[in-house]
């Protein structure tokens, strides 16, 4: 398995920007989960979905956050309009639901809003 | 308000000491998990413990996990350079849900 697979790696765009991330869990996982990391606030869980539906969004930051999953193999987070404040490291992670082995994640999503 | 909180978060040591990780959570979970993650790269699981009591070892990294006092601790012996890196735990507060939440990570350097 090619395990959690995220693109690009690296991103820079202008603020103001749209920026699309995209994911594709590993088959067979049904828990999908995109998560933010910077130096001040660590990790945080920004929406997750279980068999392709959104269950918790509350961590989305604002409006300018959107996610989708339109089927099991692939899922987006997009922000639009970009700003400054967005530059992190995002990380989308997948799980079978009832295992007992945490976590997969991606390799991240680098992105930078200049 | 749920919360994962680890001590130290950060921890500088000598090659072949021992020092110890501890994580803190507030509520009732019997699932605890630990991922190491080096600058730049990836998270990567390290152990899952499952119940109250449970140790697992791997190299010179043991974790164990008492749901009682709600605390874990991942202990380091005879520390190597390889082993510096940040190192995070997660608990599965809501069972069932699958939602994990980290605590801060602990970034270990160990120096020669």
């Known amino acids: 398995d090619a395990g959690v697979i995220q693109s690009p790696r690296h991103e820079v765009t202008e603020m103001g920007q749209e920026v699309t991330l995209r994911c594709k869990p590993i088959?067979?996982?049904?828990?999908l989960f995109w998560y933010r990391q910077t130096m001040m606030r660590g990790l945080e869980l920004l929406i997750y979905?279980?068999?392709?539906?959104?269950?918790?969004d509350s961590g989305m930051p604002e409006d300018r956050f959107s996610a989708k999953m339109p089927n099991a193999s692939f899922s987006t987070l997009k922000i639009q309009p970009s700003e400054p404040r967005d530059s992190a490291v995002y990380f989308c992670?997948?799980?079978?639901?009832?295992?007992?082995?945490?976590?997969?994640f991606g390799s991240g999503t680098r992105l930078t809003v200049v | 308000e749920l919360k994962v909180e680890q001590n130290p978060l950060f921890l500088s040591m000598q090659e072949g000491k021992n020092y110890t990780i501890y994580c803190n959570y507030s509520?009732?979970?019997?699932?605890l998990y630990w991922y190491r993650q080096d600058p730049g790269k990836s998270l990567e699981s390290l152990f899952v413990?499952?119940?109250?009591?449970a140790v697992k070892q791997e190299g010179r990294l043991m974790a164990s996990l008492d749901t009682k006092a709600r605390l874990s601790t991942l202990h380091i012996t005879a520390a190597v350079h390889d082993l510096s890196a940040t190192y995070f735990c997660?608990?599965?507060?809501?069972?069932?849900?699958?939602?994990?939440?980290f605590g801060q990570g602990t970034r270990l350097t160990i120096n020669p």
């Open positions: 992670a997948s799980i079978k639901g009832g295992g007992h082995y945490g976590y997969t």
């Open positions: 997660a608990v599965d507060l809501i069972q069932g849900a699958q939602k994990l939440v």
């Open positions: 088959s067979g996982h049904d828990y």
């Open positions: 413990l499952l119940s109250n009591g």
């Open positions: 509520t009732t979970s019997d699932r």
């Open positions: 979905f279980n068999n392709n539906v959104p269950i918790d």
